[in-house]
């Protein structure tokens, strides 16, 4: 049997420089590419060697996307949670539904976009 993982994640979002800034300081990630994206859009590949977000922009408004529709949210694993909210309210953003349950704890946001993120740790 094929043995997988993610690599990457492809979002749609209004402003992709703001939004490659905000992951390299909340997570530590660095540009892997950047470039021409399908629509005269752009993209900016942030992350790791092995995994990373694909933040595209085709600069129209995508305002009318609803959250859930069919994504509910991105999970980021963190080694240290308390650093990264600050990070999140230094940004604007509003964490909430913190919890502690096996195996992490964690808590949510919602970027300018709307799109909902989970930031876990597991220390």
Not at 5 to 22: C, G, K, P, Q, Y
Not at 50 to 71: I, N, S, V
Request: net charge negative.
């Amino acid at each position: 049997m094929p043995k997988g993982r993610i690599e990457h994640v492809n979002l749609t979002v209004s402003d992709i420089e703001r939004s490659a800034e905000f992951f390299r300081k909340l997570l530590g990630w660095e540009q892997r590419w950047r470039g021409e994206a399908m629509n005269g859009g752009e993209t900016i590949h942030v992350g790791e060697e092995d995994t990373y977000l694909a933040l595209y922009t085709d600069r129209k408004d995508h305002a009318g996307q609803k959250k859930g529709k069919p994504m509910n949210h991105v999970g980021l694993l963190v080694d240290d949670l308390e650093a990264a909210e600050k990070v999140v309210i230094d940004a604007g953003f509003e964490p909430w539904g913190h919890d502690d349950y096996d195996p992490g704890r964690r808590f949510y946001f919602f970027d300018w976009d709307g799109i909902e993120f989970e930031v876990v740790s597991y220390q």
